[in-house]
């Protein structure tokens, strides 16, 4: 990791394979590509104001990260020279607004049926035109919000007691729009014999930050969680995430971003987890709870970008295969298209669909009738793109236990 | 700690023959990788040998088994592995309905994007010179807005080569991509895409009757589909009732994608466990046995147990080797002994395209017939460990145009051997 965290435009030997790996290249010609607007850009920005148009397009699905033979953090030096804009160029509203989920949702949910009135709002205001108006993608549902949260439910629930500890990591996905998730990935934990503890100091990972320009923002809240993250670390107690942009983003991105500002980090990197990948290698050391009752069900799985750029191979895949009756295949069909909030904003809607069609047509042919996929804005596009039934993969090991 | 029967460390041809042949024979495999390898640069052929001594003579290894140095892998490997593995790998595609042709008695000659001749052993079928010398015309198509080919210059080298007595004629296709005003400039891998779709294909193919009489030959750019299958060859063959060929292009190449495609669909179908973006950067060695390799990974290390173990990391490309200075080499894993084949103390010819084989080239690591690495004085060291591909010392696959014959006919006598193992147990 020393080696390869940033600034590495000249590693890039030019060999064109992020070319061919990045999905937004195939989608439309008006992008440059990876090499040109990531390392070539970057070796070439003398003034201020030389900024590669098309920059905007990047997705920082990471592709073309996972196809460079030569570790340049291609999406990565992008996402500086977005933030490099923005230091001497405004923000829309509609980026103010889709750059801050987690603060939109906590004024939504404090009010007295907040949830309820947004979800209704989102539902009205899409006929109306205003969804549009907004500068978001009006052709698709929003995110809907929980009418509680994963905190708030969190502390009704009841664990049996374990000096073997895990801290979870919810994320605004899990806490605001999916808590469901959360509460199985607790039973998970629970069968395996760990206690759950949650963190309720932890903000926004900082990843929609991060994509909409707002880097020293995506700063403060590195800060606050990697100060977090340390005290439970120091403890002896692994941090745990269910969503993979998530991990990517505490595990590798805020090294990337903030070597040398920010203390811990690297340090922090090593105990923090992928739900599935923790439970992988709780199977690989023989200590998985493999009591699991029968499912029977036929699946597709979709490998998120974020978790392929992990370095982990698919380890989702791998537990519902210890799963009886438990069908499973890998879709194999590449990225979905909605990198967090890129597929929302009205200018890439067609561009995200376009992407996500090699996938959306794998799982119609497929027939299956449930998507199991760990990141939840793939759930949110592969549930649009083929009104399929999406869950997250830790749903079904949790179902799995309770037979 | 679980154990894989088999770890390919390496993503590039020779890594992932190693993994389809010894998973397609019962193996379970886990193949780490590190990008993409070199495929986009490799251009989708199986070259296995043109020039094993100088650049005067032209022949295959079936007829210069003789004259490569007997440091050379192939004659570690023998005659025999190597038509072996051919066989394996004209099998493999043909199952996967993307048959290559070729063989190891006889070059094939494919046209390049600058209208010179180049040769190689294994094709697909879009790769075909010999079509430019049996017809009367000869159509080179160009496409609007194209960068980087210039079928002009295709078809003065084309002239100086098969003569003035045939016709030539260029004709320009539209691929309507206004996009790309202000925009990418058109690489070949976009007009390639456009022909994977059933819309672009059925207007190329609209124009170019319009274009081209029936009975000719007809050159493309490098542009026939990024899928592994002859949808595109087929349609245009049968729609404009002529002979095509593809040339060689400058990257990324749409033909190593195809392979590139190809290979990850049979890893797939085997069950190759593919880990993405996994930097294999130490091994855990006990006395002659490797026990696991360390992965840098992202934010933390990750261990991988197997039986066996393929180091297939790219030489100097792809990080299998580092240069540490003038002569002193590393090979970053294993630390394996580098063997430099020639005992010439130079260490490179100043000419870039030189008469004789590079000696940095031919540095690698020296193996026995089974690819087990040796150290200098020619003894196995490590009993589980097999080294393929371009990290293997004895041979200069430019110079040779050997590179991925060498990768294939190794992988494929490790996958041998590694069942081979296994069955005496």
Request: proline share 4%; glycine share 8%.
């Amino acid at each position: 990791m020393s080696d390869q965290k940033i600034n590495l435009p000249d590693c890039c030997i030019a060999c064109t394979a992020c070319i061919t790996a990045c999905p937004v290249t195939a989608a439309t010609q008006e992008f440059r590509g990876p090499k040109l607007v990531g390392p070539a850009q970057s070796r070439l920005q003398f003034a201020e104001n030389d900024t590669e148009a098309s920059l905007d397009y990047c997705s920082n699905c990471k592709n073309c990260e996972i196809a460079c033979p030569s570790g340049v953090p291609i999406s990565t030096l992008n996402m500086l020279a977005r933030a490099k804009y923005y230091e001497t160029h405004s923000h829309s509203q509609r980026d103010e607004m889709m750059g801050h989920p987690e603060k939109l949702a906590k004024l939504i949910t404090k009010l007295p049926f907040g949830a309820f009135f947004a979800n209704t709002g989102m539902e009205i205001g899409r006929p109306m035109g205003i969804i549009k108006a907004m500068g978001m993608a009006d052709q698709r549902p929003l995110p809907k919000y929980a009418s509680e949260t994963f905190i708030s439910m969190f502390k009704n629930k009841k664990q049996p007691a374990s000096d073997k500890k895990i801290v979870f990591f919810p994320g605004c996905v899990i806490n605001y729009n999916e808590p469901q998730v959360g509460l199985d990935f607790v039973d998970v934990m629970n069968k395996n014999g760990y206690q759950v503890l949650v963190e309720e100091g932890f903000v926004c990972c900082g990843s929609p930050l991060l994509t909409t320009g707002y880097l020293a923002e995506a700063k403060e809240n590195a800060q606050k969680n990697t100060s977090l993250i340390k005290k439970w670390v120091d403890k002896g107690y692994p941090v745990l995430t269910v969503c993979t942009s998530c991990s990517l983003m505490l595990k590798q991105e805020y090294q990337e971003l903030f070597e040398d500002e920010i203390p811990h980090m690297e340090k922090n990197a090593k105990h923090i987890f992928d739900a599935a990948e923790f439970l992988e290698f709780l199977y690989q050391k023989g200590e998985l709870n493999e009591n699991f009752g029968e499912v029977n069900h036929t699946f597709i799985y979709h490998a998120p970008c974020h978790l392929r750029a992990q370095g982990i191979g698919l380890p989702a895949l791998e537990l519902l295969s210890l799963v009886p009756g438990v069908e499973v295949t890998d879709a194999g069909a590449g990225c979905c298209g909605i990198s967090g909030n890129y597929g929302y904003k009205v200018e890439n809607y067609d561009r995200s669909m376009k992407i996500g069609k090699n996938l959306f047509d794998t799982i119609k042919a497929s027939k299956v009738e449930t998507v199991l996929t760990d990141c939840g804005t793939c759930r949110a596009q592969i549930a649009h793109g083929t009104n399929t039934e999406t869950m997250h993969p830790i749903s079904i090991l949790a179902k799995s236990y309770k037979k | 700690m679980k154990k894989t029967d088999m770890i390919v460390i390496g993503g590039g041809v020779s890594g992932m023959i190693s993994a389809i042949a010894a998973a397609k024979r019962g193996k379970k495999v886990t193949l780490l990788r590190y990008g993409l390898g070199a495929f986009e640069i490799g251009g989708g052929l199986i070259d296995i040998m043109a020039h094993p001594q100088d650049k005067k003579v032209c022949s295959t290894i079936k007829h210069s088994m003789d004259k490569i140095g007997e440091e050379h892998p192939y004659r570690k490997l023998g005659l025999p592995a190597i038509e072996e593995a051919v066989q394996f790998f004209l099998e493999l595609s043909k199952e996967e309905n993307f048959a290559y042709e070729g063989s190891t008695e006889k070059l094939h000659w494919v046209p390049t994007a600058v209208g010179t001749m180049k040769p190689t052993g294994l094709h697909t079928k879009t790769f075909n010179g010999q079509i430019l010398k049996d017809a009367d015309t000869i159509y080179l198509v160009d496409f609007k807005g194209l960068k980087d080919y210039y079928a002009k210059l295709t078809e003065k080298n084309l002239r100086k080569i098969f003569g003035e007595d045939k016709a030539y004629k260029v004709v320009t296709v539209d691929p309507h991509m206004e996009e790309a005003v202000g925009g990418r400039d058109i690489m070949i891998m976009d007009i390639a895409r456009w022909l994977d779709t059933p819309e672009g294909l059925a207007e190329c193919s609209k124009q170019l009757k319009h274009l081209v009489k029936a009975n000719a030959a007809i050159v493309f750019p490098q542009v026939l589909g990024t899928k592994p299958d002859y949808t595109v060859y087929e349609t245009l063959k049968a729609e404009l009732q002529c002979e095509l060929t593809e040339t060689l292009s400058i990257p990324p190449s749409a033909a190593g994608m195809r392979l590139s495609e190809m290979l990850h669909n049979c890893a797939r179908k085997y069950g190759v466990k593919i880990i993405e973006n996994a930097k294999v950067i130490d091994s855990i060695v006990e006395d002659d046995v490797c026990e696991a390799v360390v992965v840098s990974g992202v934010g933390k290390e990750h261990t991988y147990y197997g039986e066996q173990f393929v180091l297939a990391t790219g030489g100097f490309y792809g990080s299998g080797l580092d240069v540490l200075g003038v002569k002193k080499i590393n090979e970053p894993i294993f630390d394996l002994p580098i063997n430099f084949a020639t005992n010439t103390e130079k260490w490179g010819n100043l000419e870039l395209f030189s008469e004789e084989k590079q000696p940095f080239a031919m540095a690698g690591i020296q193996v026995d017939s089974k690819m087990h690495p040796l150290n200098h004085k020619g003894e196995q060291i490590l009993k589980n460990v097999f080294v393929v591909g371009r990290n293997l010392s004895g041979y200069d696959f430019a110079f040779e145009k050997s590179g991925n014959g060498v990768a294939l006919a190794s992988a494929h006598q490790v996958a041998t051997a590694v069942v081979g193992v296994e069955q005496n147990v």
